[in-house]
């Protein structure tokens, strides 16, 4: 029940603000409208997805913390692992309900054959951005870490190389493995650094401003 609890609460203190909850919704709506017109643009449904899912999942924790947002949380007796969890879930779950929106009419689009959506690529592209983005942002400030990501992303001899973006629709080739287990393995450490540091780490109390 504690885990549910802290659920609650970052919901009742929101880490997803409603404007990207809007913006999810209509990136689902465009992105079937597609589909529809086109069974075969599936990367191109779920690149704007994945392109807000880096901000929300960068939903920052230490800061907030410190200010006082999550006093009654904090305080509540609630296994600090629970709350790490709970506050990742939270905030990486309107991406993923999204991407399984576009992958649904996808399915009927194509008549369940081909799935890009669930393509394993595509899969380590959504779960390795959105435990990525979290992870780094723990240490941040909302969104910080999307900004710097689509920053790296915009230097030309950078982005194949780092971009989940580039992992959407890519066939299932040696260099795509390797992108793809690199990037699940680097979202892993992450996770676990994360988790470790929200479990552990000092977070003084602080009266809100």
């Known amino acids: ?11 009742v203190v929101p880490v997803v603000p409603p404007l990207f909850s809007a913006a999810f919704a209509i990136a689902v709506g465009a992105g079937a409208l597609l589909l529809m017109s086109d069974a075969s643009a599936a990367a191109d449904a779920l690149t704007p997805v994945l392109l807000l899912q880096l901000f929300v999942a960068s939903s920052g ?8 947002y999550y006093d009654l949380l904090l305080t509540s007796g609630t296994p600090r692992w629970q709350i790490a969890l709970a506050h990742c879930v939270v905030s990486i779950a309107p991406g993923i309900v999204s991407w399984m ?8 689009a194509t008549a369940g054959r081909n799935s890009v959506s669930f393509a394993p690529v595509t899969c380590a592209a959504f779960v390795g951005a959105s435990l990525m983005a979290w992870s780094v942002a723990v240490f941040s ?31 299932w080739s040696s260099s795509t493995r390797v992108v793809a287990g690199a990037s699940c393995a680097a979202a892993a450490i ?15 109390l602080e009266a809100a401003q």
């Open 61 to 68: 924790f230490k800061f907030a913390a410190r200010r006082g």
């Open 101 to 108: 929106c576009v992958a649904a009419v996808e399915l009927v």
């Open 141 to 171: 400030s909302r969104t910080a870490p999307a900004v710097l990501w689509l920053l790296v992303m915009s230097i030309p001899v950078i982005p194949r190389a780092v971009s989940p973006v580039q992992l959407l629709g890519a066939p």
């Open 1 to 11: 029940m504690t885990f549910l609890y802290a659920v609650r609460y970052f919901h």
């Open 190 to 204: 992450g996770f676990v650094v994360a988790v470790v540091y929200i479990v552990r780490g000092p977070t003084p």
